[in-house]
T-cell receptor, first 114, second 118 residues
Framework: GESVGLHLPTLSVQEGDNSIINCAYS??????FIWYKQESGKGPQFIID?????DKRQGQRVTVLLNKTVKHLSLQIAATQPGDSAVYFC?????????????FGTGTRLKVLA | KAGVTQTPRYLIKTRGQQVTLSCSPI?????VSWYQQTPGQGLQFLFE???????NKGNFPGRFSGRQFSNSRSEMNVSTLELGDSALYLC?????????????????FGEGSRLTVL
């Protein structure tokens, strides 16, 4: 079946270092891949997305890489800050008959160490 | 502009009862999706509504239902509650584009309604 999974459930990173959060997906029929950040007690917040016809997209301190050959998605956070501590979800967005749906991974908890 | 508003934020029910959760999307957004979030399963898609019509449905039993009103506000209902229904229920809105082939990818989530079933 289709699934979106994560390699690591918890990632601990020293403040100031770069973070890399990985995600594997099994279904290549999708329009977008998205990363969300969820802080404790809050709903998920959109970080960055990437179209399936791209392999890299950059935002402010974040970069998303898409490797369709191995069906792998990653989120890179530069100069990780304490405020980056949260659970990060990857998701794939699939289009079916003109509409779309999202499949989320189970999440990776990022802990930033002072 | 105001974000997605979900009510109630917290509620406790007992097995066999039913519950109704409400979601007010961002003004102008016509698509509302519902997700169930549990520690072990992550975010599981329940259903999506657009212009009062259910467009997509996840793999949940018929005890889970929803609807959308003409003002885009949405409700979801869970009947005959089970212990396993304890979860954070998240609502997400997006502008939605009827018939559009591709999407922009962004969902705007509310803070959720945390349901505990005893």
């Amino acid at each position: 079946g289709e699934s979106v999974g994560l390699h690591l459930p918890t990632l601990s990173v020293q403040e100031g270092d770069n973070s890399i959060i990985n995600c594997a997906y099994s279904n290549s029929a999708s329009d977008y891949f998205i990363w969300y950040k969820q802080e404790s007690g809050k709903g998920p917040q959109f970080i960055i997305d990437i179209r399936s016809n791209m392999d890299k997209r950059q935002g402010q301190r974040v970069t998303v890489l898409l490797n369709k050959t191995v069906k792998h998605l990653s989120l890179q956070i530069a100069a990780t800050q304490p405020g980056d501590s949260a659970v990060y979800f990857c998701a794939e967005s699939k289009t079916t008959s003109g509409t779309y749906k999202y499949i989320f991974g189970t999440g990776t908890r990022l802990k930033v160490l002072a | 502009k105001a974000g997605v508003t979900q009510t109630p934020r917290y509620l406790i029910k007992t097995r066999g009862q039913q519950v109704t959760l409400s979601c007010s999307p961002i003004s102008g957004h016509r698509s509302v999706s519902w997700y169930q979030q549990t520690p072990g399963q992550g975010l599981q898609f329940l259903f999506e509504y657009f212009s009062e019509t259910q467009r997509n449905k996840g793999n949940f039993p018929g005890r889970f239902s929803g609807r959308q009103f003409s003002n885009s506000r949405s409700e979801m209902n869970v009947s005959t509650l089970e212990l396993g229904d304890s979860a954070l229920y998240l609502c997400a809105s997006s502008p939605g584009r009827q018939g559009r082939i591709s999407n922009t990818g962004e969902l705007f989530f509310g803070e959720g309604s945390r349901l505990t079933v005893l």
